[in-house]
């Protein structure tokens, strides 16, 4: 039973998806007095979208004017959106963009998605390291293959991972993977673990009884009350009568003798178990109705 109730929760531990993300990149303002007649670029799918400076947008009097400008004329694009943070302008878009381009380099610079070892999300705030040992599946835009690197670490907004055969670009997608293992957990009540096969050992551990103790206790007369103390945290045990003769019990004192609830009456060729517990300390209160009859007892500690 124990067994089969780890199989079911090993099988729930499966992998599944914790985090998305859509193609990501960032335009910053560097200088909006140089930006006079500049270009930006956004090539969705296979149509370049030229938004000029002047007439698709205005570089107003401030870096983070620029910005905010140049974010509302990418919001009229078609599968692509934009939100201008003071001088930068973050883009997102699902799977369409496939490249990115200024004409004033000096004046505006362009962050893409990443390189062949991180991606960068500029709409995350990630924990430090939260994505540590998870699994980010890539699937990059330029040659639609699907790519699984494990993440080495993560900072606010970008993913470092092993290095790719490509590099990830505005366009790519991402989702990042973890697997639950319960060979992860270190601590269990505050006390440290070691590694186990969790499925082999664990069964062996709970409830593990090794010491045996069998108790013959005759019942010389009927309708009075009969005692058995058992060891101390035992873990499991079972009382009947040695002719199967109908008997009561219980686990405190003067409810046999008299019957006087609550007691428990087991039936002829009946017997009492228990199973699974570890009290600090037992006693077994049993009487029967005929006379000269013995119950028996085997506890396990």
Known sequence: MLEETLRKILSMATEFSVATGDATATITIVDYSGCVGDTVTITIDTTDHVLTEGVDWDRGSSNAEAASSLASAINLLTGVSASARDAVVVITAKYNITALATSGGADITISDAGSTTTLFDANKVWEVDKWKDAIVEITHLADGK???????????????????????????????????????????????????????????KVNKATTPVIYNVTMTDADTEYSQVLPANTKKYTIQTRDGTAFRMAFVTGKVATPTEPYLTIGTDGFHHEDLIEPASLTLFFACGEAAKVAEIIAWS
């Open 146 to 204: 699907h790519y699984y690197p494990t993440i080495t670490s993560n900072t606010a907004d970008t993913l470092t991972f092993g290095a790719l055969a490509v590099t990830i670009a505005p366009g790519d997608h991402y989702e990042i993977r973890m697997a639950l293992r319960l060979a992860d957990i270190d601590k269990w009540g505050g006390t440290s673990q070691t590694g186990l096969d969790i499925g082999v050992e664990l069964p062996k």
